[in-house]
């Protein structure tokens, strides 16, 4: 059971508080300024090279930066990403917790 708390510790506070609120909330709204209409790409692109220590998933992060980020631009709210973004993190916790369990 640690392991499972451990897990939603951790993506409590990277997904949510780290990843989310910092790409999402704070850089997406200050890059429109710097990129106009294409600052979405470039966030998903940050985000991807954020994820550089492990490099099999960077094309994926991006292209995962690119779901979480339209609609939070669109809608102008980090909640349609923090939403996407913690579905993740909510299978994998009842993964986690159907083998704890077994």
């Known amino acids: ?47 991807g090279l954020y994820h550089l220590h492990q490099p099999w998933g960077i094309i994926s992060d991006v292209i995962a930066g690119i779901v979480f980020a339209f609609p939070s631009r669109r809608f102008r709210s980090a909640w349609f990403g923090i939403v996407a973004h913690s579905g993740q993190s909510v299978y994998l916790a009842l993964l986690i917790l159907a083998l704890v369990l077994k």
Do not use: I, Q, S, Y
């Open 1 to 47: 059971m640690e392991c499972l708390g451990l897990f939603v510790l951790n993506a409590l506070f990277n997904t949510f508080l780290g990843e989310e609120l910092l790409f999402r909330g704070f850089l997406l709204p200050r890059m429109a300024g710097v990129f106009g209409k294409g600052d979405w790409v470039m966030n998903a692109l940050l985000f």
